[in-house]
């Protein structure tokens, strides 16, 4: 049994259902929900201009392997309807693994823990919520983060129902 942490992100559509909607098809292939951070309302980060985001940062159990998990992201994506277009462009829903226990993974299509996310606001400020001193890449502490690179956050709901 491993603790994970997922970043949800959405910026078409009706982005607080697609959030909800994620959980739920999380749900729906074994991994277990224990609790999710508020959810964020997000300046795009990266690509063309773009609809602000709404994030959240989710805190699952499962029984299987990172690439599992993997997996069961890459699925609730496309059940949402996700087209993978361009690289950094606006998506109806995204589900990342942050982290995986206390595992390093450095394939070219899982990485973790996840290389940006200590450069992202939109991911550190709700993961602090649930796990003060968070696994980062590279061994770095929440004391070598430079918070004020961090993009505009701002709190937009309540924790998504687990
Ligand atoms: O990496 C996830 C997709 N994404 C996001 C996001 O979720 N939130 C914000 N604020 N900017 C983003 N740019 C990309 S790509």
Redesign the pocket.
């Given at each position: 049994m491993t603790i994970a942490y997922l970043?949800l992100?959405s910026?078409l559509g009706d982005r607080l259902e697609h959030l909800r909607r994620a959980l739920e098809l999380l749900r729906g292939r074994g991994v277990r929900v224990l609790r999710s951070s508020r959810v964020y309302e997000?300046?795009?980060?990266?690509?063309p201009a773009q609809p602000?985001?709404l994030?959240a940062v989710v805190e699952v159990e499962t029984d299987g392997t990172a690439r599992d998990l993997l997996r069961a992201c890459l699925a609730v994506e496309e059940a949402l309807g996700r087209v993978r277009t361009e690289r950094?462009g606006p998506?109806i829903i995204?589900v990342?693994v942050l982290t995986f226990g206390e595992e390093t993974i450095d394939d070219p299509d899982l990485q973790v823990p996840h290389p940006r996310m200590h450069e992202?606001g939109?991911v550190l400020i709700p993961l602090l919520e649930l796990d003060p001193d968070p696994r980062l890449p590279g061994g770095r502490g929440v004391g070598d983060v430079r918070l004020e690179a961090l993009?505009r956050v701002r709190l937009h709901a309540p924790p998504l129902a687990t």
């Open positions: 970043g992100g910026n997000t300046e795009p980060v990266g690509g602000d985001y994030n950094w998506r995204d990342d992202r939109f993009g």
